[in-house]
């Protein structure tokens, strides 16, 4: 085998190893359907609920009592995270919530987290644009 072919294997192993790792599931994360996302709105107090979206997202449509953290600081570490209470993330799809609890479960092995799976787009009951969740 000729140099430039190992090469080319091992830049499709890397290739392979970084798709597996983006799409791998996150360690000890609760994944909420909707009516389990509800049940845990009943106790807010145990509870911190974080949107992911962009701020833009945020002020357009939220769910009440959301913290608007976005992703792309929580990855930089730009953020503080309540380590004292649950914390359940969500964005518009559930891709980049999912995203956030990666980056939080590399720095934080045993904060209890979850997210609301699907999104936004999950609920049922869905505010029309321009209105907050309640």
């Known amino acids: 085998m000729d140099t430039m072919t190992l090469v080319q ?8 190893i970084i798709i597996y790792d983006s799409f791998r599931p996150v360690k000890n994360l609760e994944q909420l359907s909707e009516a389990d996302f509800k ?14 979206r962009n701020p833009f997202e945020y002020q357009t449509n939220h769910i009440k009592g959301a913290i608007n953290l976005p992703l792309s600081k929580i990855k930089r570490r730009k953020v503080e995270i309540p380590t004292d209470k649950e914390i359940i ?33 999950s609920l049922k009951t869905q505010a029309a644009p321009g209105q907050k969740k309640s």
């Open 39 to 52: 049940e845990k709105m009943k106790k807010p107090k145990e509870i911190a609920l974080i949107d992911v």
């Open 9 to 16: 294997i091992g830049l499709g192993i890397i290739f392979v």
């Open 89 to 121: 993330l969500y964005c518009q799809t559930g891709i980049r919530s999912k995203q956030a609890a990666k980056a939080l479960r590399r720095r934080h092995k045993v904060l209890k987290l979850s997210h609301l799976k699907g999104g936004l787009y």
